[in-house]
């Protein structure tokens, strides 16, 4: 059993900053790659960033000098560092997990809504 929990998201003004974070409970084993994948009503669900267990990051071109993720392997946590939003950022933002055993898990959705 594991589950994935999200926090951090909310209501922002264009410009500022929040700072999700997605935690694994449960049965913790080896986790290769975690990530933040983002989806706004109507839209298809969109990779944002991942960092694989080596450290090595990828983010969308749409996030690139704006967006940091990183992880604390002793807790389990991945976090992504959302600075200088835009209302484009709007969407609900998901953790993805993935094991070496190559389980995937998701977390339940944290909504992160920029005004201008």
């Known amino acids: 059993q594991v589950q994935l929990v999200e926090s951090g998201g909310g209501l922002v003004q264009a410009g500022g900053s929040l700072r999700l974070s997605c935690t694994a409970f449960?049965?913790?084993?080896?986790?290769?790659?975690m990530g933040w994948y983002r989806q706004a009503p109507g839209k298809q669900r969109e990779l944002v960033a991942d960092?694989?267990?080596?450290?090595?990051?990828k983010y969308a071109d749409s996030v690139k000098g704006r967006f940091t993720i990183s992880r604390d392997n002793a807790r389990n946590t991945v976090y992504l560092e959302m600075n200088s939003l835009k209302p484009d950022d709007t969407a609900a933002y998901y953790c993805?997990?993935?094991?070496?055993?190559?389980?995937?898990?998701w977390g339940q959705g944290t909504q992160v809504t920029v005004s201008s």
């Open positions: 993805n997990v993935v094991f070496y055993s190559r389980r995937i898990y």
């Open positions: 449960g049965s913790i084993l080896s986790i290769d790659n």
């Open positions: 960092i694989s267990s080596g450290g090595s990051t």
